[in-house]
């Protein structure tokens, strides 16, 4: 991604909330680019827009609607609905385009803007940089004539499109009855949805962080902060726990004794039951470079292999729509299931791990822990200036740390896309050898000078 862009980072635009490049004025100009960009035939143009739950979701989204009815695009707004539900409405209603408001797993304060293709897949890099390009010029003149400017409407059966969507890639015949849930949606998009489909498939359903206020949004509770989760799963005495973030887009778990389970260990589950009953389109997934060793030993005694990717989920799907993988994710929880949607779906991806326990007829204490994890430890370095991951004496730190654990283990050095924060990320069989690793490549990279 170049670091020349003035709005788009790696996922869409995002920032604090009424400051650059998250204000009134660049969302009005996103939606008149973005609107000229894919207007493209003499059809009637339409976009999807949906947001989470923010505060400041009703002022980006009032400025993009007039962004692009200024653009001669009609607008669908769906309201309050998760990211995966907006990319396949984009498809399910033949838009143009589809809008993600949402700043995911991040403070309230924070908001961000998403973008999906007719086809609901993020848009590249290179529709990034023309949309943005286009944003730094002056539109005036291409704009719609007064007779043909955009009108807006509601969907008002959005909500429930994407409820039969979910309950539709859950085995057919099958059922929850009998089962105890916990979901936790972090009092953000999912809040409705998610809890109504788990109920309609006959679950219990035990709801947390679904009363959202507009700033708690993600506030200690949701994915980043499951410790209410498994709190609830023991106290309810359920069967399994359910974690989204904000947009729910992500999602993790926690079994009967309120043990996490992360995105790893759900990757293991579904690739071994979908390579079993013959789902699985090829012999590998693909996850990114911070997913854990033993995911990797795992899959290769299945018989599989793991293909590894930059860190986002948008590189996993480019790298599943390159090999034709229909399983890929993230430890984080993004999980991506191409048989059913075009980006990581936390409702969907719960439903497949479901599916799977009612299958074994087992607890989620004994089903969801499919490999053991190699000793991984992450730390984040901040620096000022310029990154000094390029520095010679970082790179060649960085060769001696890599040459001493050898086939055993992993280095995995990354600069966070949104802060001046090196990633320093060393797993391992050996829980010493990680600690020190991570000791001395973080001695490296802070004994740097400032470079500017």
Known sequence: MSNTRR????????????????????????????????????HRHSVVVGKDTRLSGYMIECALVAGFLSAGMDVILVGPMPTPAIAMLTRS??????VMISASHNPFSDNGIKLFGPDGFKLSDQEEQTIEAMMLSALTGQLAAPGEIGRASRLNDAAGRYIEHAKASFPRGCRLDGLKIVIDCANGA????????????GAEVVRLGCEPDGVNINEKCGSTHPEALCRAVIEHKADLGIALDGDADRMLLADETGRLVDGDQILGLIARSWARSGRLATSSIVATVMSN???????HEQ???????????????????ENGAN??????????????????????????????LIEEGRPASEVCRVFEPFPQLLKNIRFEGRSPLHLPEVQAARRQIEE?????????????????????????????DVERAVDDMCAAITTMPVVA
């Open 7 to 42: 709005f788009f980072g790696t996922d869409g635009i995002r920032g604090k909330a009424n400051t650059p490049p998250m204000t009134v004025d660049v969302a009005q100009k996103l939606g008149q680019a973005a609107g000229l960009h894919f207007r493209r035939g003499h």
């Open 293 to 299: 060793m033993g995911l990797e030993r795992f899959l």
């Open 93 to 98: 209603l033949r838009a143009d385009l589809g």
């Open 327 to 356: 399983v890929g994710g993230e430890q984080s929880g993004h999980v991506v299931l191409s048989d059913f949607a075009t980006t990581g779906d936390g409702l969907v991806a719960a439903l497949q791990v479901l599916a799977v």
């Open 404 to 432: 001493r654990l050898g086939a055993r283990g992993r280095l995995v050095l990354r600069e966070s896309g949104t802060e001046p924060l090196v990633r320093v990320m060393v797993e391992a069989e050996d829980a010493r």
């Open 190 to 201: 999912g809040y409705r949805v998610a809890p109504t489909a788990l109920w309609e498939l």
């Open 303 to 321: 018989g599989m292999a793991l293909e590894r990717t930059a860190v986002g989920d948008r590189y996993v799907v480019e790298r599943m729509r």
